[in-house]
């Protein structure tokens, strides 16, 4: 049963399993930011959106410190992806 | 919570370097060694880089220690026993002005007398490297195989981890206040969380470095400057394979192995505000460059942009040495933009010196007492 929760992906931009993520986490790498420069999780297309929840709550598990106080790393624009052509045009400044 | 009170070695700073002399001093059999690091592992300069490795430079020693990291990292895998995500796939060096052709061209003949088999390409050779590239008002390229690029948060990690296997501590959230010295010699650190004494003090602290030098009442002339960087949405792999360089096109632009393209450029107005944040202008600039260089990045989608601190030296190259003044109080700092690339040689050098060996890579000239003299070793090759 716990062997195939470990196989549920769980940062589908970069394909990072349930398993690794625990297993980093044992390892000491108990932050986001840690997790995410180790994993890369939260850096594809969605950078975080569909894996962030789920990750804080795996940290909190093992930390015992409450998902809202734990820091939820770091945000970084653009907030969705933007073509480079659509960027290269500029805008109003 | 257990807090020691002394250690053989404090280094300050848990990037590239920090983390690379820990492990070097403990494989040279140092046994109480101690990593203070005011955030997370590899998050200040490191982890921000452009992971970029290269022998292509201007300077001989820039050419040696360019040289010997890429030797370096090629075994690091095995030395280490963790995968960096070296990936080498060149440097391919892009000049738009006959003076900057001619500086290439110089700069290859160096390094060619130093076994870096750099090479002059045609721009139908360039475009079988980079296959997405559009260079036509280019007047010459040069490529070095060897050079290319590696996972700086996995080499940072993979020294960490290697480190701690050889009884190094890390101390995460522990932010040097003080460093004490007593009598012309370094005697320990303060800290937020308690004093550490201490015979032997590495100052690895990247952006910062000059601060912590203050402390121990070293002044050196390092200033950190806020450099931005973009990534894309991964996309088929072969758009930019090698990185792609021009000192005068202000850009270095990689793929990385599993898709995503990164790219930087040096900023305007070379910001010192210690603000690690985004700016609009870098985003349009770096998205020009992009459409230019690989117009069939056009439809490819940015999805995040960073910033970090490059620690700028008066000529671009960096201090590693013993303070003069305060002895026990080693330097590693002020790489200019090249950190993460020498930090496997810049450690063993340092750790050789530290324990009072001949750095098998002369490094006397990386003193600061360099810029007091005016006897600077100006590095033409920097974007």
């Not at chain 2, 738009?96 to 290439?104: T, W």
Request: proline share 5%.
């Amino acid at each position: 049963m716990a062997g195939k929760n470990e196989d549920i992906i769980i940062c589908r931009c970069e394909e990072v399993t349930l398993g690794e993520i625990r297993e980093w986490i044992e390892k000491g790498y108990e932050t986001f930011d840690e997790l995410k420069r180790v994993l890369r999780v939260g850096m594809g297309p969605c950078q975080g959106r569909g894996c962030r929840e789920m990750i804080l709550r795996e940290i909190s598990a093992k930390t015992k410190v409450p998902v809202a106080d734990i820091h939820p790393g770091t945000f970084r624009p653009p907030a969705k992806p933007v073509k480079l052509a659509v960027l290269a045009e500029g805008g109003d400044k | 919570m257990f807090w020691r009170r002394t250690a053989d070695v404090v280094v300050i700073g848990a990037g590239v370097q920090g983390c690379s002399i820990a492990y070097n001093l403990a494989k040279m059999g140092v046994k109480d060694i101690v990593v203070l690091e005011k955030g997370t592992i590899c998050s200040g300069s490191t982890g921000r880089c452009g992971a970029g490795i290269r022998a292509q430079w201007g300077t001989e020693m820039n050419c040696r220690f360019g040289l010997a990291a890429v030797e370096k990292f090629e075994q690091l895998h095995d030395e280490l026993g963790m995968d960096c995500g070296l990936n080498q796939s060149g440097y391919l060096m892009v000049a738009y002005k006959d003076s900057e052709f001619e500086q290439l061209q110089k700069s290859m003949k160096l390094q060619n007398s130093l076994g870096i088999n750099t090479r002059v390409v045609t721009y139908d050779e360039a475009k079988e490297i980079c296959p997405g590239l559009a260079a036509e008002d280019a007047v010459g390229f040069t490529f070095h195989e060897r050079d290319g690029h590696a996972d700086p948060f996995l080499t940072t990690f993979a020294y960490m981890e290697a480190a701690k296997r050889l009884g190094v501590e890390f101390l995460r959230f522990t932010e040097v206040t003080d460093v004490k010295t007593v009598a012309g010699r370094v005697a320990g650190v303060a800290t937020n969380r308690g004093d550490i004494d201490a015979p032997v003090v590495v100052n690895a602290a990247g952006g910062y470095s000059q601060f912590i030098a203050k402390m121990a009442g070293v002044e050196i002339p390092n200033l950190s400057e806020r450099h931005e960087i973009l990534i894309t949405e991964p996309v088929e792999p072969g758009v930019c394979p090698p990185m792609l360089m021009s000192f005068s096109g202000n850009y270095y632009i990689q793929q990385r192995p599993h898709g995503s393209i990164i790219g930087g450029c040096s900023p305007e107005g070379h910001p010192q505000d210690y603000d690690l944040g985004n700016s609009w202008d870098f985003l349009e600039m770096m998205s020009r460059t992009f459409v230019r260089l690989l117009p069939r990045t056009k439809g490819v989608r940015v999805v995040r942009q960073w910033s970090g601190l490059y620690n700028m030296t008066p000529d671009r190259q960096p201090v590693l040495c013993e303070a003069d003044n305060v002895k026990g109080f080693f330097l590693s700092c002020g790489y200019s933009g090249h950190g993460f690339m020498f930090g496997p040689i810049s450690g063993e050098l340092l750790a050789q010196l530290i324990l009072g060996q001949e750095p098998w890579i002369p490094i006397g000239m990386l003193h600061y007492s360099r810029f007091e003299r005016g006897e600077l070793l100006i590095e033409p090759a920097v974007v």
